[in-house]
């Protein structure tokens, strides 16, 4: 089972960037699916996740810049990040459970996480 999270790079303040999430080597039917990040020296956060069925919950860390999506029928998870700030560098993970309340807590017990891609804005 693999998380492959990708779409990460290096811009400019105000920039917009894509983030994709491809999970295989299961079917994630009724899992729900989420994005994390964590920046240096700061603790792993929750930024959005989806339920299988395509309910949103949002933390306030995007500040309504962040909008989470998915594709059911490929396994894909995406967050649409607008107006970068250089506050949003980190590396950002996306993740998947079966169970929606483990999300909080930064998601220590999470079933299945991906690699991570970087993401750094530059003033």
């Known amino acids: 089972v693999q998380l492959q999270a990708s779409g990460g790079g290096l811009v400019q303040a105000g920039a917009s960037l894509r983030l994709s999430c491809a999970a295989s080597?299961?079917?994630?039917?009724?899992?729900?699916m989420g994005w994390f990040r964590q920046a240096p020296g700061k603790e792993r956060e929750l930024l959005s996740q989806i339920s299988w069925t395509g309910n949103i919950i949002t933390a306030d860390s995007g500040e309504g810049r962040f909008t989470i999506s998915r594709v059911t029928s490929n396994d894909t998870m995406f967050l649409q990040m607008n107006s970068l700030k250089p506050d949003d560098t980190a590396v950002y993970y996306c993740?998947?459970?079966?169970?929606?309340?483990?999300?909080?807590?930064?998601?220590?017990?999470?079933?299945?996480w991906g690699k991570g891609t970087q993401v750094t804005v530059s003033s």
């Open positions: 993740a998947a459970d079966a169970n929606v309340g483990k999300f909080r807590g930064g998601g220590r017990n999470l079933e299945y």
């Open positions: 080597g299961r079917n994630f039917m009724g899992y729900h």
